[in-house]
């Protein structure tokens, strides 16, 4: 990669016309086009907050909420206010069988359900209840508590419902593995790291709090199970991975119970200073993610912290800052975690591609409240990737240690476009976070989210990594989010970096046209953004492999015109693009078929038609299901920002690329017909 100023200022958008509400009975499809971009940019514009960013609530399934009532009985401080709020929530969201999904439409889940029967019962509910003998018919169905996750387990085990001795140990030793051993604590994705050391210190304390009888789970426990100790279930190939980690494990159980633990103590304090150093100043709680502060006030706990200790009331504070309350007779609600950076970003995006004039007032004050929150602190994405400069941003308000490559790829495409006071500070800004994003590209080419190579697939049998999230993958969503504002900022295809990138997004497409999505729902997501990002960096959208891309998600659209795709096709394949429309996929099918030119084709149309009758009065868009990924198969999010945010960017390029489309027909025209008045010119000239 070339040193120096690696981008240039975009020109277009530069109308200094506000956007005008009007409202006609009749309109053309252009003037509908704009009249809803002008409600979109008024309903966005109306939810920024007054410093400038723009924050949506993040959604998710009741098993937040479940947690936060076993927390609360196992400190043994029970808020029934709060706790009867949470039970509602739960109630609400029961499915006539019995169960609770992770998604809406979704089947029941085992682990939600197990998770909702026990707050239930701990809120006071009999097993007698019809709520709970209906819960507790589909738990069995599904296999009980010995079939759900070892995180699930874990849970029960701090109320003494499941065995420790049941569950893999996770040694505090971990901390003390050098960075060459082959497993060490960096081998791990972020969001691992930020559970595991905390559960390193309750799995040394087991800190239980003993039931009593009349609140166990015995009858989740199909029959004779909770005796026979079905926790793993052993490979039928002998000498496998999964049976390696297994043996490893009995061993380490062993080893568990012997009171000879030398390197114990400091494996401990170590655990301890890591956990308390990303606890404190820079972060709101340990990694700014649900299921970390959670285990990090249990561990706190563990260690002995007082409840007057400054650092646990943080982490007390921390973790209530994440519930939503919509007032005393409403709904009352968690988030996993806070999304103001990757929201105001996201929403920068949309509207400097509006139409907005890019010195706006409302865009210029987004831009410095981005470029406040860059992190220029060495945080644990050093240790796979020592490069030299500190960047990047998080997702949340305040997560020092955990600047990630997508929300900085973000941020910098709406940097790139908003006019600022500062031009050249936030050229320096721009320089110094692309060449921090450039320098996490692995070995195979691709972007991951958090770490450079931490992706090692035998660590996915390790006994406690059931949660289907330890590694941290390159995936082609970041990876053709690196290469669109590659393009964005003029950086030559030719750039080895650059070809690496595309080779990978060649190499991981889908034999039928398609990519994986990682952290969108899913072909939908994966396949609209590798096809814009090979658009920005210059490839030729009309060969074959790209157009086979776009060719597939026309065949997914639906009748109505929309797209949608459930999480079902993370579990099942066969079922990607498949789905109810939504708002946020339906952009992103647009804008993905637009990367490839020709903007009159019958599905673009009939997908801005599907926007245009969705659209609500005040700008905004509805949307139910759930577009967002966490973890794929095991938990999954909704985004309140992409119904509007993402529409109102499809629809601003559509109307860009009808424009466009039809001044060079004119131009076409006009051309033919001065070659037609030239030529009987001189026809009439001769004769």
């Given at each position: 990669?070339?040193?120096?100023?690696?981008?240039?200022?975009?020109?277009?958008?530069?109308?200094?016309?506000?956007?005008?509400?009007?409202?006609?009975?009749?309109?053309?499809?252009?003037?509908?086009?704009?009249?809803?971009?002008?409600?979109?940019?008024?309903?966005?514009?109306?939810?920024?907050?007054?410093?400038?960013?723009?924050?949506?609530?993040?959604?998710a399934?009741?098993?937040?909420?479940?947690?936060?009532?076993?927390?609360m009985?196992w400190?043994?401080?029970?808020?029934?206010r709060?706790?009867?709020?949470?039970?509602?929530?739960?109630?609400?969201?029961?499915?006539?069988?019995?169960?609770?999904n992770?998604?809406?439409?979704?089947?029941?889940?085992?682990?939600?359900?197990?998770?909702?029967?026990?707050?239930?019962?701990?809120?006071?509910?009999?097993?007698?209840?019809?709520?709970?003998?209906?819960?507790?018919?589909?738990?069995?169905?599904?296999?009980?508590?010995?079939?759900?996750?070892?995180?699930?387990?874990?849970?029960?085990?701090?109320?003494?419902?499941?065995?420790?001795?049941?569950?893999?140990?996770?040694?505090?030793?971990?901390?003390?593995?050098?960075?060459?051993?082959?497993?060490?604590?960096?081998?791990?994705?972020?969001?691992?790291?930020?559970?595991?050391?905390?559960?390193?210190?309750?799995?040394?304390?087991?800190?239980?709090?003993?039931?009593?009888?009349h609140?166990?789970?015995?009858?989740?426990?199909?029959?004779?199970?909770?005796q026979?100790?079905?926790?793993?279930?052993?490979?039928?190939?002998?000498?496998?991975?999964?049976?390696?980690?297994?043996?490893?494990?009995?061993?380490?159980?062993?080893?568990?119970?012997?009171?000879?633990?030398?390197?114990?103590a400091?494996?401990?304090?170590?655990?301890?200073?890591?956990?308390?150093?990303?606890m404190?100043?820079?972060?709101?709680?340990?990694?700014?993610?649900?299921?970390?502060?959670?285990?990090?006030?249990?561990?706190?706990?563990?260690?002995?912290?007082?409840?007057?200790?400054?650092?646990?009331?943080?982490?007390?504070?921390?973790?209530?800052?994440?519930?939503?309350?919509?007032?005393?007779?409403?709904?009352?609600?968690?988030?996993?975690?806070?999304?103001?950076?990757?929201?105001?970003?996201?929403?920068?995006?949309?509207?400097?591609?509006?139409?907005?004039?890019l010195?706006?007032?409302?865009?210029?004050?987004?831009?410095?409240?981005?470029?406040?929150r860059?992190i220029?602190v060495?945080?644990?994405?050093?240790?796979?990737?020592?490069?030299?400069?500190?960047?990047?941003?998080?997702?949340?308000?305040?997560?020092?240690?955990?600047?990630?490559?997508?929300?900085?790829?973000?941020?910098l495409?709406?940097?790139?476009?908003?006019?600022?006071?500062?031009?050249?500070?936030?050229?320096?800004?721009?320089?110094?976070?692309?060449?921090?994003?450039?320098?996490?590209?692995?070995?195979?080419?691709?972007?991951?989210?958090?770490?450079?190579?931490?992706n090692?697939?035998?660590?996915?049998?390790?006994?406690?990594?059931?949660?289907?999230?330890?590694?941290?993958?390159?995936?082609?969503?970041?990876?053709?989010?690196?290469?669109?504002?590659?393009?964005?900022?003029?950086?030559?295809?030719?750039?080895?970096?650059?070809?690496?990138?595309?080779?990978?997004?060649?190499?991981?497409?889908?034999?039928?046209?398609?990519?994986?999505?990682?952290?969108?729902?899913?072909?939908?997501?994966?396949?609209?953004?590798?096809?814009?990002?090979?658009?920005?960096?210059?490839?030729?959208?009309?060969?074959?492999?790209?157009?086979r891309?776009?060719?597939?998600?026309?065949?997914?659209?639906?009748?109505?015109?929309?797209?949608?795709e459930?999480?079902?096709?993370?579990?099942?394949?066969?079922?990607?693009?498949?789905?109810?429309?939504?708002?946020?996929?339906?952009?992103?099918?647009?804008?993905?078929?637009?990367?490839?030119?020709e903007?009159?084709?019958?599905?673009?149309?009939?997908?801005?038609?599907?926007?245009?009758?969705?659209?609500?009065?005040?700008?905004?868009?509805?949307?139910?299901?759930?577009?967002?990924?966490?973890?794929?198969?095991?938990?999954?999010l909704?985004?309140?920002?992409?119904?509007?945010?993402?529409?109102?960017?499809?629809?601003?390029?559509?109307?860009?690329?009808?424009?466009?489309?039809?001044?060079?027909?004119?131009?076409?025209?006009?051309?033919?017909?001065?070659?037609?008045?030239?030529?009987?010119?001189?026809?009439?000239?001769?004769?």
């Amino acid at each position: 990669m070339r040193s120096g100023k690696l981008f240039s200022q975009p020109s277009e958008g530069k109308t200094k016309t506000k956007p005008v509400l009007v409202i006609e009975e009749t309109l053309d499809h252009a003037q509908a086009v704009g009249l809803a971009v002008a409600r979109a940019q008024s309903y966005l514009l109306s939810t920024q907050k007054p410093d400038g960013h723009w924050v949506g609530e993040l959604f998710a399934d009741v098993t937040l909420a479940c947690d936060r009532i076993l927390l609360m009985h196992w400190l043994g401080k029970v808020d029934y206010r709060k706790q009867a709020r949470f039970v509602k929530h739960i109630l609400d969201r029961q499915l006539p069988d019995g169960g609770w999904n992770i998604y809406p439409g979704g089947p029941s889940e085992l682990n939600a359900t197990i998770k909702a029967y026990a707050a239930l019962k701990l809120a006071g509910f009999a097993p007698e209840d019809p709520v709970m003998e209906r819960a507790r018919s589909t738990i069995l169905r599904l296999g009980g508590i010995p079939k759900s996750m070892t995180y699930t387990k874990l849970g029960l085990a701090l109320l003494g419902i499941y065995p420790w001795h049941q569950l893999p140990v996770i040694p505090p030793e971990i901390m003390l593995f050098p960075s060459w051993f082959p497993f060490h604590l960096y081998k791990m994705s972020a969001w691992t790291r930020t559970m595991l050391v905390p559960l390193m210190i309750i799995h040394h304390f087991k800190p239980t709090r003993q039931l009593p009888l009349h609140l166990q789970l015995h009858e989740l426990f199909p029959a004779g199970a909770e005796q026979e100790g079905l926790s793993w279930i052993w490979s039928a190939k002998l000498f496998s991975k999964r049976n390696f980690f297994l043996l490893c494990d009995k061993l380490l159980q062993l080893w568990d119970r012997s009171p000879w633990k030398p390197l114990r103590a400091r494996a401990l304090k170590k655990a301890e200073e890591w956990l308390t150093q990303r606890m404190g100043a820079g972060s709101d709680g340990l990694g700014a993610i649900f299921p970390a502060m959670h285990y990090a006030i249990v561990a706190l706990k563990a260690l002995g912290y007082p409840e007057e200790n400054p650092l646990y009331q943080k982490a007390v504070r921390d973790f209530e800052g994440l519930e939503v309350d919509e007032g005393e007779e409403r709904d009352f609600r968690v988030q996993p975690c806070l999304s103001p950076v990757w929201d105001t970003a996201v929403a920068g995006v949309a509207l400097s591609k509006s139409g907005l004039p890019l010195d706006q007032a409302e865009l210029r004050k987004a831009a410095a409240w981005l470029m406040e929150r860059e992190i220029q602190v060495r945080g644990d994405w050093y240790v796979n990737n020592p490069h030299p400069e500190c960047s990047g941003w998080a997702f949340e308000y305040n997560n020092v240690y955990y600047p990630d490559v997508d929300d900085t790829l973000m941020v910098l495409l709406a940097l790139l476009r908003i006019e600022t006071e500062d031009e050249e500070r936030k050229r320096e800004v721009i320089d110094r976070a692309f060449r921090w994003v450039v320098s996490f590209q692995c070995r195979n080419g691709g972007w991951a989210a958090f770490d450079k190579d931490v992706n090692s697939p035998w660590l996915e049998d390790v006994p406690f990594a059931d949660h289907n999230a330890i590694l941290d993958p390159p995936c082609s969503d970041i990876t053709a989010r690196a290469l669109e504002l590659a393009g964005m900022l003029g950086v030559k295809r030719t750039e080895p970096f650059v070809q690496r990138g595309i080779r990978f997004l060649r190499e991981t497409q889908e034999s039928d046209g398609s990519w994986f999505g990682r952290w969108g729902v899913n072909y939908v997501y994966g396949t609209w953004q590798a096809l814009r990002g090979l658009r920005a960096i210059g490839e030729d959208m009309n060969q074959q492999w790209i157009l086979r891309a776009r060719d597939w998600l026309e065949s997914c659209q639906n009748e109505d015109g929309g797209w949608g795709e459930t999480p079902d096709s993370y579990e099942n394949p066969q079922l990607k693009g498949r789905g109810p429309s939504t708002a946020s996929q339906t952009a992103w099918a647009i804008m993905g078929i637009l990367a490839c030119g020709e903007a009159d084709r019958p599905s673009v149309r009939r997908g801005v038609s599907y926007l245009l009758r969705k659209q609500d009065p005040d700008g905004s868009w509805p949307e139910e299901f759930l577009t967002g990924t966490g973890f794929p198969g095991v938990f999954y999010l909704k985004y309140d920002m992409y119904r509007n945010a993402w529409p109102l960017l499809a629809l601003s390029e559509y109307a860009k690329a009808l424009s466009a489309a039809k001044e060079q027909t004119e131009a076409w025209v006009r051309a033919t017909l001065s070659v037609a008045v030239r030529s009987r010119s001189s026809a009439g000239g001769i004769g």
